[in-house]
C-alpha cells in the first residue's frame, strides 16, 4: 500500500519526528526547549510532510496515518514561516479527514482568512465541494455537517434498528446520537429515552437537547428527567435518565417507548449499577419489541456484545467501530531533574519513541507530591486558562485548589465569577473553599456538588474565565470538559483502586477537545511513582457485564443466597444483592436457563425460597436492589408489629412528630432490610426531612455543623460540608431513597392484605420526594423544565400555589418581573434560558 510505504520512509520518519517536537514544545509556553525552534524547522520539508500527509488522510482504518496527517495540517497551520498556498493544502488534508471543527478554529485564531477556500485551485475547490456535500445532511432544511464516523454513523441509522457505536473521546459521539434523535422526532411522535450514567450528566444531555430544539424550532416535544410527569399523548416526549429513573418510570408508567440511547454504555459491566443497567434494558426491549436502539461507548473491542441484549429485531442491528482521530494527545512524562529539585525534565512518550523535550522550572521547592502538582502546573501552563489538575477524591480537591491558590498572583475582578462567589455563599456557605479560591480563577468540582453551582463552573472553564480545574472521578463518566492540559499523578478511584490503562486514557481523553484545540497535553508527572504506569498504547476496553462476571463466579451468589442474604455482607457486596434480585425476578417469570447448570443451580434454592417468600412478585421487581428474603424479613416484622401498622405510616415532612417518626422508620429499615449505623439515626432524619421539605443545602449544612458541635466532634467545616452533599448524594438520593421505596410498597402490600385500604391512601411518594429534594407539585413542575433544586427553592418564596402543573409553571414564568425578585443574577440566567426554550 503506497501510504504504508510514504509512513515507513526515513525521510518522513526524520522530518514527521522534527514536526512532532516541535508541535508540542510550542504548546509549553516557559519551556527551555531541548532543540531550538530554528533547527527543528530546519529538518522540515513542507511541502514534502503534506503531500504525504494527503495520501495518509485517506487512510482509513489506520489510526497511525490518521493521527500523522492532523498532525502534519494542524502544525502547518500555525506557522508563520508556511506560505498561504501550504496553509490552503493543509485545510484540504483537514477536508479530507472530515475536521471542519480544526479549520473552524484556525479560522477563529485567525491562522487562516475565512474565505481561505478563494485560493484554492479549481481541482482543490472541487474536491472540496464534494467532501463537504459528501459528509452533511439536511436536517429540516439545515445543513448538518459530520466527520466520517459520523456520517458512518448516520448511514448505519439509516438501515438498522439497533446500532453500537464505539469511537474515542471526541469523536463527537453525543453529537450524532442527537442528531439521529432529532431525525426521530421531525419524523413523528415518539416517546424516546436517553440513559446516562450519573445525574451530573443529565443536566448537560438536557441542555444540549433543549437548545437543539430550540435551533430546530422543534415545538411539540417535551424534555423531563422527572420520572412522574403528566404525558401528552398530542406530543413528542423526551426523557433524560439514569438506570434508577428509567426504572422507577417504567413502574409508573404503562406508555410505549419507540426510541432507546444508552450513553457509557459500557457501564454494563459496572457492578449493581450495571445489574440493573442491563435489567432495565432488557426490560424495556421486551416490552417494546419494535423498539430502536443506540448505544454508545468509548474505546472499546467488543460494542457486538451490548447487541445480544436486544433479541426482538431479527438482523437488523450492526455494531460500528472506529478509530477516528479529531484531536491530536501528547502523552508528557515529567521528572525531576538529577539533582535540581526545582528544575523538572518533559519526555513526550509515543508508540515508537521517547522524544526529549526540555525542561521547566518550578518557583518554590516542593516538599510534597501535591505541591509538586500545582507548582508544575504554574510552571507549565504559564496562567494561561484550560489546565485541568485530576485529585483523588474531593477532600484533596479542595487541598490542591487551596494550595495553588496561595501561589498564584492576584486577578483582576470579573463580574461573572463575583457572581458565583455570591451564589456559593448564599446556597453552600460562607466559609466553602470554593468562594476562595475562584478569586484566583481557580475551581474544584466533584459529583456530590449543588447541580448548579456545577453547571455554572463548567461554563466559565469552558469560556476560560475559570483558568484551573482540579475534578475528581467524575470526569471519567463523560463530563464534556475540554481542556488544553490535564495533569495527574498516580491517580486512583476511589480509595486505593489506581486508574486501569482504559480509565487513564479515558480521563486524558478530556486533553484537547475536538473544535477546542488542535492537540492536548497529558501531564503525567513522577509516572515512575504509579502504581499502574501510563502507557502510550492505546488499547481498546473490552465490555465484560456485570452480570458475566457473576455467572463467571457463580459460587459467590449460590453461598449468599444460602447463608440467608446477610445484611453486613450486603453493604459490602451490592453486586450479589442486585444479582440475587435479578436472576429471583428471572425466576418468577419461568425465564431461567434450562441449559445452563448455574440457572438449574439458582431454580433449585428459589424453589425452596419461594415456599416462604409471600411477597408477591410485582414488588420484588420494582426492589432489584433489595433481596427478596430480607423483603420477607420486612414483611414478618410488620406482621409482628399489626395492632401498631398505622403507626408505622411515613408522615408528611411538615408533621410535627416528623423527626422521631423518622428516625424510628429508619431503625426499622435498618432492621430488616438495610444495615445503617445506629448512630447516625438522629442526624440522618433530620437531614431527610429538610430535604423533603425543599430546604437550601446552606441551612443542611449550618444544621448538621450545629449538631457535630453539640456532639463534640473534631470534624471541621470542610470535612462537614463535604460530608453533607455526600449524605444527600448517595444516602438520602440514592439509598434511602431506594430503601424507604421498598419499606412503602411491602407496607401498602400488608395493608391490603390486612383489609386497611383506608390507611393506604396516607402512603406519601417518599421516593420522588427524596430523590428530588421537594414534596410539591409546583416544585416538581418546575425541576421538570429543567430548572435546578437551588433556583426551585428560591421561586418557591415568591409562589403560593402548590399544586402548580409545568404549563402553570411556564404561565406564572413568563409574568413574573423576575429582576424585581432579588435572586442571583445566575438563576435568573438559567430562568430566562429555560422560558426561551419553551
Known amino acids: 500500500m503506497v501510504a504504508d510505504r510514504l509512513y515507513n520512509l526515513d525521510s518522513f520518519k526524520r522530518q514527521y519526528d522534527a514536526l512532532v517536537v516541535l508541535s508540542v514544545c510550542e504548546t509549553i509556553p516557559n519551556l527551555d526547549w531541548t532543540e531550538s525552534k530554528d533547527s527543528l524547522l530546519q529538518k522540515i520539508d513542507w511541502n514534502n510532510l503534506l503531500g504525504i500527509a494527503s495520501v495518509l488522510s485517506y487512510s482509513y482504518e489506520n489510526n497511525d496515518h490518521l493521527e500523522a496527517a492532523l498532525r502534519i495540517a494542524q502544525t ?26 480544526a479549520i473552524k478554529l484556525a479560522i477563529e485564531r485567525k491562522y487562516i482568512n475565512s474565505t481561505y477556500k478563494d485560493d484554492f485551485p479549481l481541482s482543490f475547490k472541487l474536491q472540496s465541494i464534494k467532501a463537504d456535500i459528501e459528509n452533511s445532511i ?11 464516523f459520523q456520517k458512518n454513523v448516520y448511514e448505519a441509522y439509516e438501515n438498522y434498528d439497533i446500532l453500537s457505536i464505539s469511537a474515542p473521546t471526541s469523536a463527537g459521539k453525543s453529537y450524532i446520537l442527537c442528531t439521529v434523535l432529532i431525525e426521530e422526532l421531525l419524523n413523528s411522535i415518539k416517546n424516546i429515552v436517553y440513559v446516562v450514567p450519573t445525574r451530573a450528566l443529565i443536566s448537560q444531555v438536557e441542555n444540549d437537547l433543549r437548545n437543539l430544539f430550540s435551533q430546530y424550532e422543534i415545538e411539540n416535544a417535551n424534555i423531563s428527567s422527572v420520572p412522574q410527569i403528566d404525558l401528552d399523548s398530542e406530543k413528542s416526549n423526551v426523557f433524560v435518565f439514569t438506570q434508577e429513573r428509567l426504572h422507577w418510570f417504567l413502574h409508573d408508567n404503562n406508555v410505549q417507548i419507540d426510541v432507546l440511547f444508552i450513553d457509557e ?36 473491542s467488543n460494542p457486538e456484545i451490548l447487541l445480544d441484549n436486544v433479541n426482538n429485531n431479527g438482523d437488523k442491528k450492526i455494531p460500528i467501530n472506529t478509530q477516528f482521530v479529531s484531536v491530536n494527545q501528547n502523552l508528557i512524562y515529567v521528572t525531576q531533574y538529577p539533582r535540581k529539585p526545582e528544575k523538572w525534565n518533559l519526555l513526550l512518550c509515543t508508540k515508537d519513541k521517547n522524544f526529549e523535550l526540555g525542561t521547566v522550572k518550578i518557583k518554590e521547592r516542593a516538599s510534597s507530591d501535591s505541591k509538586k502538582i500545582m507548582f508544575l502546573c504554574d510552571a507549565i501552563s504559564n496562567n494561561i486558562s484550560g489546565n485541568i489538575i485530576y485529585a483523588n477524591g474531593a477532600a484533596e480537591s479542595e487541598k490542591k485548589a487551596l494550595l495553588l491558590w496561595d501561589l498564584l498572583p492576584n486577578e483582576e475582578a470579573n463580574n461573572q465569577i463575583d457572581d458565583l462567589i455570591k451564589l456559593i455563599k448564599k446556597t453552600i456557605h460562607k466559609d466553602y473553599a470554593l468562594a476562595k479560591v475562584l478569586t484566583k480563577r481557580i475551581a474544584f468540582h466533584y459529583g456530590n456538588m449543588p447541580l448548579l453551582v456545577r453547571q455554572e463552573i463548567e461554563r466559565l472553564f469552558i469560556s476560560g474565565d475559570i483558568k484551573y480545574l482540579i475534578c475528581t472521578s467524575t470526569l471519567l463518566e463523560g463530563l464534556n470538559l475540554p481542556a488544553k492540559s490535564i495533569y495527574i499523578y498516580n491517580p486512583t478511584r476511589g480509595k486505593q483502586n489506581p ?42 476496553q473490552k465490555i465484560v457485564r456485570a ?52 440457572h438449574i443451580e439458582l431454580k433449585k434454592h428459589f424453589q425452596k425460597l419461594k415456599k416462604r417468600i409471600i411477597i408477591p412478585g ?32 411515613p408522615v408528611l415532612p411538615e408533621d410535627e412528630k416528623a423527626t422521631d417518626e423518622y428516625r424510628s422508620m429508619i431503625g426499622r429499615i435498618g432492621k430488616t432490610i438495610a444495615n445503617y449505623h ?32 453539640k456532639q463534640n466532634s473534631p470534624k471541621k467545616l470542610p470535612e462537614i460540608i463535604r460530608n453533607v452533599m455526600d449524605d444527600v448524594e448517595n444516602f438520602v438520593r440514592f439509598r434511602f431513597t431506594n430503601d424507604s421505596s421498598c419499606y412503602v410498597d411491602i407496607l401498602r402490600f400488608f395493608l391490603q392484605q390486612n383489609g386497611k385500604e383506608d390507611l393506604v391512601d396516607r402512603i406519601p411518594p417518599l421516593n420522588l420526594w427524596l430523590e428530588f429534594g421537594v414534596s410539591q407539585k409546583t416544585h416538581l413542575s418546575l425541576l421538570s423544565l429543567g430548572i435546578s433544586r437551588n433556583t426551585v427553592i428560591e421561586l418557591s418564596e415568591y ?40
Not at 512 to 537: A, L, M, Q, V, Y
Not at 822 to 831: A, D, F, H, R, T
Open 265 to 300: 454504555a459500557h457501564k454494563i459491566e459496572d457492578k449493581n449499577r450495571g445489574i440493573l443497567l442491563q435489567q432495565k434494558l432488557e426490560e424495556v426491549v421486551k416490552k417494546n419489541p419494535n423498539i430502536k436502539v443506540f448505544f454508545s461507548s468509548p474505546f472499546t
Open 499 to 540: 486508574l486501569n490503562q482504559n480509565d487513564f486514557w479515558n480521563l486524558a481523553g478530556r486533553a484537547g477537545r475536538w473544535g477546542k484545540e488542535f492537540s492536548g497535553n497529558i501531564i503525567c508527572i513522577n509516572p515512575n511513582d504509579w502504581t499502574i504506569k501510563p502507557s502510550p498504547h492505546k488499547h481498546k
Open 678 to 709: 445506629h448512630g447516625l439515626h438522629h442526624y440522618r432524619a433530620i437531614l431527610i426531612l429538610n430535604w423533603m421539605r425543599g430546604k437550601p443545602l446552606s441551612l443542611l449544612i449550618s444544621n448538621a455543623y450545629q449538631y457535630y458541635q
Open 547 to 598: 452480570l458475566d462476571i457473576i455467572e463467571k463466579n457463580s459460587g459467590e451468589l449460590i453461598d449468599y443466597i444460602i447463608s440467608g442474604s446477610p445484611r453486613n455482607e450486603a453493604e459490602k457486596r451490592q453486586d450479589l444483592e442486585f444479582a440475587f434480585g435479578y436472576y429471583y425476578c428471572l425466576f418468577l417469570n419461568n425465564e431461567l436457563d434450562e441449559q445452563n447448570d448455574f
Open 76 to 101: 502547518c497551520l500555525q506557522q508563520e514561516t508556511c506560505s498561504s498556498l501550504q496553509k490552503s493544502g493543509a485545510t484540504i488534508i483537514l477536508t479530507n479527514l472530515t475536521n471542519q471543527p
Open 138 to 148: 439536511l436536517v429540516k432544511d439545515k445543513l448538518r455537517p459530520l466527520n466520517r
Open 799 to 838: 409562589i403560593t400555589s402548590s399544586n402548580m402543573d409545568k404549563q402553570d409553571s411556564i404561565d406564572w414564568l413568563k409574568n413574573q418581573n423576575l429582576e424585581q425578585l432579588g435572586i442571583s443574577k445566575i438563576m435568573l440566567e438559567e430562568i430566562n434560558r429555560i422560558i426561551e426554550l419553551n
Open 618 to 649: 410485582y414488588i420484588i421487581k420494582k426492589n432489584p436492589g433489595i433481596s427478596p428474603i430480607a423483603q420477607q424479613e420486612l414483611y414478618n416484622y410488620f406482621k409482628e408489629k399489626e395492632n401498631r401498622i398505622s403507626e408505622y405510616i
